[in-house]
């Protein structure tokens, strides 16, 4: 229900206000926080803590750790977006899997090739505090299977993206978000993890941030 809201909200805002000019995609800071993924259909799927490095284009997401919920998929994954690898880790049991990221598409950065949707104001922009001017930005993704709505502050810091595919359409949000990272460690590889080799990816298979939820 939350969902369905969410995305009946989003779509009347965005159906308001169309720019004229021609924007070029910014480029999200360093940042720390929490994230939420829910299905369109209104699952919550996961609930967790994630660390980003804009220039390392480095990324660490925690599910479930400090932030329990009953949802559907746990998860500890750190990212390599450069290097085109990711760790699932498993910290329990001191192991993880090392494996191929097919797609750097992820909810903390905008795309080169996005493409300039609106500027919207949710809330109030009138009365002082009580409103957020949002840039909107869209695009499919590289297998042209789906297509994604991107919201960022006027600062660069993204609030939500939607995720249209064929499968499962999501919403990810963002919150208690700060420019900073706070735990540089986490965006280093365990020592449990260093050394192993990189697993063979099944025909078929598509890794990336996102498959994670679909």
Known sequence: MFAAAALFVFMCLTAT?????????????????????????GEL???????????????????????PV?????????????????????????????KKLHCSLHPLDIPDDAKFHS?????????????????????????SKGHYRMSVTMGCLPISAYYFSETTPFLISNMEVEMEIKDPDLLLVPSFCQGLPLEETPEGTVNSFLHEFM
């Open 45 to 67: 799927k996961a609930v967790g803590a994630f660390t980003y490095d804009s220039m390392g284009r480095k990324l660490r997401f925690r599910s479930n750790e400090s932030h």
């Open 17 to 41: 206000s169309h720019a004229d000019h021609h924007h070029h995609p910014c480029h999200t800071p360093n940042m720390t926080g929490l994230m939420s993924v829910m299905s369109l259909k």
């Open 119 to 143: 500027t919207v104001h949710s809330g109030s922009p009138s009365i002082e505090g009580e409103g957020l001017t949002l840039n909107i930005w869209t695009g499919d993704f590289t297998d």
């Open 70 to 98: 009953n949802t559907s998929v746990g998860l500890d994954l750190l990212m390599f977006f450069d290097e085109g690898i990711f760790y699932e880790i498993d910290s329990k049991n001191q192991s993880c899997e090392k």
